[in-house]
């Protein structure tokens, strides 16, 4: 069996891949998977409806430390992130976009608008995304199950060598690394057909990363699951987003499922 929130039933349930490295190095893994989970499970609750929203991982880097410390570029806490989602919640990139730079937590840091003027000034009531209720996942089959039946979860996962150039396929760490340097967000998982006679098939998680599309697979990765490869089964989070009033209408439409090269007439 398999299961891809990127693939459901024809549709893509997935908001875009993030890189958090740009426009400069920053050590925020923790807003990004949690961000881009929720955001993933936005688009599931409001059936892939347009427009598309993507919540701010900028805001959690100016504002996240008010909630607890450390909280920057120079890593922090994933649950952190859950905790501000839940009191707090985030407005969407379009007007607190990344730049990989703590800035104040004022109004400018929270959802901004510039003039040709080079002026700037606070947006005043943005659009609020926040978690009604968040929790804590792990092992195979528990984080199967809550993929599954409510969407992606962003998991914690320790980083080799091998992980950092990964270009594709199933990945299986052989070192035995297990120090939690990362998060990530699971989206899915998989099997591949065993190649010899008498073999297990190979069960795969579906995860994405924030390191851009050109990292290894346009941005996601493949690693071999129900082994707690990478100390990926240890820690998990989920959360139950709230969707505002205004994003609501047209929710009763049916998603569009995605073209293929036939009906797409290419």
């Known amino acids: 069996m398999s299961f891809d929130w990127r693939f459901k039933d024809g549709i893509n349930y997935v908001t875009p891949t993030l890189n958090q490295h740009i426009p400069v190095y920053c050590g925020a893994c923790w807003a990004f ?63 607190a976009p990344y730049e990989a730079i703590e800035h104040a937590c004022d109004g400018m840091g929270q959802c901004k608008n510039c003039f040709h003027n080079d002026t700037c000034v606070a947006v005043t009531n943005p659009t609020i995304y926040k978690v009604k209720e968040w929790g804590k996942v792990f092992g195979e089959h528990d984080m199967m199950a809550e993929v599954y039946h409510r969407g992606p979860i962003a998991c914690q996962i320790a980083v080799s060598q091998g992980f950092l150039e990964y270009d594709g396929g199933v990945f299986h760490d052989s070192t035995g690394e297990m120090r ?87």
């Open 180 to 266: 939690i340097r990362h998060v990530v967000e699971i989206v899915g998982w998989g099997a591949e057909a065993a190649t010899k006679d008498g073999e297990e098939p190979t069960k795969y998680w579906i995860g994405r990363n924030s390191w851009g599309n050109y990292w290894g697979e346009n941005g996601f990765f493949r690693l071999v699951r129900g082994t707690n490869n990478l100390n990926i089964e240890h820690e998990c989070v989920w959360g139950v987003p709230e969707i505002p009033t205004s994003m609501s209408k047209g929710l009763d439409a049916p998603p569009t499922k995605l073209l293929s090269k036939q009906d797409s007439g290419n």
């Open 33 to 95: 998977a949690p961000v881009s989970a929720i955001s993933d499970r936005i688009k599931i609750a409001r059936k892939a409806a347009w427009p598309e929203v993507v919540l701010s991982p900028q805001v959690l880097l100016n504002c996240a430390k008010q909630i607890r410390m450390p909280m920057g570029c120079h890593g922090g806490f994933f649950t952190t992130t859950m905790d501000y989602l839940a009191q707090r919640g985030l407005p969407d990139q379009t007007c």
